[in-house]
């Protein structure tokens, strides 16, 4: 299986090719980025289906996040994986950027606690807990701090994303620490190409968004036009 793999979701323009045939990533390409992403897909997909040789056609199917994360970055990576799927007649999947960074460490080993927060900012993350076999133990929200906080100290747990220190930095003394600490800004874009080829078929549903809170702009009613 031929996958695509795209991300745009947080601080991050991504994409690879995966060919499961071999087990291996044929391309791949990460520009760290905050803003700036409509401008950089598309052309960084281009570079990464040349290094792989190959056309859309020849894929078998596009895997993109679709977040938490950023509301104009992730409908970007969105749009290019539907508009590539519909131009190619290929199905798209979407996967949350939560479990692209859990991914690595339950491949890793299952059998501990892996917590996967994403600074939401204003003392919130995105949170996503995953027990013992990659089981979702909390499932994708956005928490308070001290909520998350909690919710990691409760079992040895392995602590993964860009929210990872600020759960640290309010850990309980009293707690033993975590497993691991490890401050990503975006997940590895190999892993979603790994999550995206492991998908069950009857799960491809085009991607939308995932969103867990409302916009931060709002309309302003007082602005607003009387109508005739």
């Known amino acids: 299986m031929r996958v695509l793999a795209i991300d745009t979701a947080l601080a991050a323009c991504a994409a690879a090719v995966l060919d499961t045939n071999h087990a291996t990533l044929v391309a791949s390409e990460t520009l760290a980025m905050t803003r700036g992403h409509a401008e950089a897909v598309m052309p960084l997909i281009a ?24 509301f104009t970055g ?5 749009s290019a994986a539907r508009g590539i799927a519909l131009a190619a007649g290929k199905p798209a999947i979407g996967l949350s950027t939560l479990a692209g960074l859990a991914a690595p460490h339950i491949a890793e080993d299952d059998s501990s606690t892996v917590v996967a927060a994403i600074d939401a900012r204003h003392d919130h993350v995105y949170l996503q807990v995953f027990g ?11 928490a308070p701090l001290q909520e ?9 747990a392995r602590i993964v994303g ?4 600020l759960i640290f930095a309010q850990w309980p003394k ?37 969103y867990l809170r409302a916009p931060d702009a709002q309309p302003q009613d007082a602005a607003r036009l009387p109508r005739r």
């Open 47 to 70: 570079r990464v289906m040349q290094r792989a040789g190959m056309d859309f056609a020849g894929l078998d199917r596009i895997a993109v996040t679709t977040g938490p994360g950023s």
């Open 162 to 165: 860009s929210g990872a220190g």
């Open 148 to 156: 998350a906080v909690r919710a990691a100290a409760a079992a040895p």
């Open 174 to 210: 009293t707690a033993p620490p975590p497993l691991l600490v490890e401050q990503l800004a975006a997940p590895d874009i190999g892993w979603i190409a790994r999550l995206g080829a492991a998908a069950v078929a009857d799960s491809l549903d085009p991607p939308k968004p995932l």
């Open 132 to 142: 013992a076999g990659g089981r979702t133990v909390v499932a994708p929200r956005i």
């Open 74 to 78: 992730l409908r970007v990576g969105i």
